[in-house]
């Protein structure tokens, strides 16, 4: 996105010669990145949280309250994949472009939805299964 966005730039104000992909091909390429990028960041437990209620409760309640998010997660996701992955046959079936002055197929990307939807859901299973069997000492905390 940087090199894209940088040519843009140097060629807009430099040569004063814009382009008509510069801007689109941007958006193009952030969409997905910004998507699979989500089952990552679950992995590594860098999504912002809300945890102000979490903080006080004991670690079994904790743990309990993480199983019932990652439950919402699932449900979510399976939700989300039930309306992504029909938009992204039709997109596929129609061969849907941008319709700009560039006009790029946009079907490719319109599938990144349901992928990083796939991804997203089992990396929270794998999530659930983690905290499900994690071992706890008689203090509480995780081994």
């Given at each position: 996105i940087v090199p894209v966005?940088?040519?843009?730039?140097?060629?807009?104000?430099?040569?004063?010669?814009?382009?008509?992909?510069g801007m689109e091909l941007a958006l193009l390429l952030f969409g997905p990145y910004f998507l699979l990028g989500g089952p990552y960041l679950l992995h590594l437990k860098v999504h912002v949280n809300l945890d102000v209620l979490r903080q006080r409760l004991p670690p079994a309640q904790g743990r309990w309250l993480d199983l019932f998010n990652l439950i919402l997660l699932m449900l979510f996701f399976a939700i989300l994949l039930?309306?992504?992955?029909?938009?992204?046959?039709?997109?596929?079936e129609f061969r849907e472009t941008s319709f700009?002055?560039?006009n790029?197929?946009?079907?490719?990307?319109?599938?990144?939805?349901?992928?990083a939807v796939v991804l997203m859901g089992a990396q929270s299973l794998a999530e659930f299964l983690r905290v499900l069997f994690r071992d706890t000492d008689p203090a509480g905390s995780s081994l």
């Amino acid at each position: 996105i940087v090199p894209v966005m940088l040519y843009e730039v140097i060629s807009r104000y430099l040569f004063n010669a814009p382009t008509t992909w510069g801007m689109e091909l941007a958006l193009l390429l952030f969409g997905p990145y910004f998507l699979l990028g989500g089952p990552y960041l679950l992995h590594l437990k860098v999504h912002v949280n809300l945890d102000v209620l979490r903080q006080r409760l004991p670690p079994a309640q904790g743990r309990w309250l993480d199983l019932f998010n990652l439950i919402l997660l699932m449900l979510f996701f399976a939700i989300l994949l039930y309306y992504a992955w029909p938009l992204a046959i039709q997109a596929l079936e129609f061969r849907e472009t941008s319709f700009s002055a560039w006009n790029p197929p946009i079907w490719p990307f319109k599938f990144a939805i349901p992928i990083a939807v796939v991804l997203m859901g089992a990396q929270s299973l794998a999530e659930f299964l983690r905290v499900l069997f994690r071992d706890t000492d008689p203090a509480g905390s995780s081994l």
